[in-house]
């Protein structure tokens, strides 16, 4: 199953970075989004590089999902070239501030072009966590791949983490079928 080829190629990348000394959680971000990214195109979605924008949007988006075109130096968009945009993130977010941020930005590029889909990725989230991200909470739709409710490293040593099966709906949803 394609998320599970995800988080075991992020889980080996960052525990390489790891023990090289690396802590960012910057670089594990970027890590999700771009093994999104590659099985995106493995689909045959055209999907833009990561951290680009959209024209009048002011704020930077993970990844987009084109309908055609190229960018403006490979970063700006047109909305009208836009399908959906996808927030990733690896472990959900950090606190309760997070989700009013994502609403900001999601609902500025509904304000440029009401048929963009803005889309909330996780690769994998703790059910149990106080600001996990919902559907309810975000006002948009929400894919987590995994749940658990552990930390990370122990739910995957205890196989206590299960797919959810929304990797296929988000591809349902953005191919449109």
Known sequence: MEEWEILKKVMELRSEFRQSGGRSTKFVGALTTEQMREKLIQKGFNVSRRDVFIEGVPYEMDLLVLREGEPSDCLLYKPEQVNAVLEVKFRGTYGKDAIKGI??????????RADIKCLYVTLSEN????????????????????TRDTPLERALKKKGIKTTGDWNKLIKLISGK
């Open 103 to 112: 609403k900001r930005k999601f609902d500025a590029v509904k304000k440029v």
């Open 127 to 146: 059910m149990k966590y106080k600001y996990r991200v919902t559907s309810k909470k975000l006002g948009y739709p929400v894919f987590e791949l995994f």
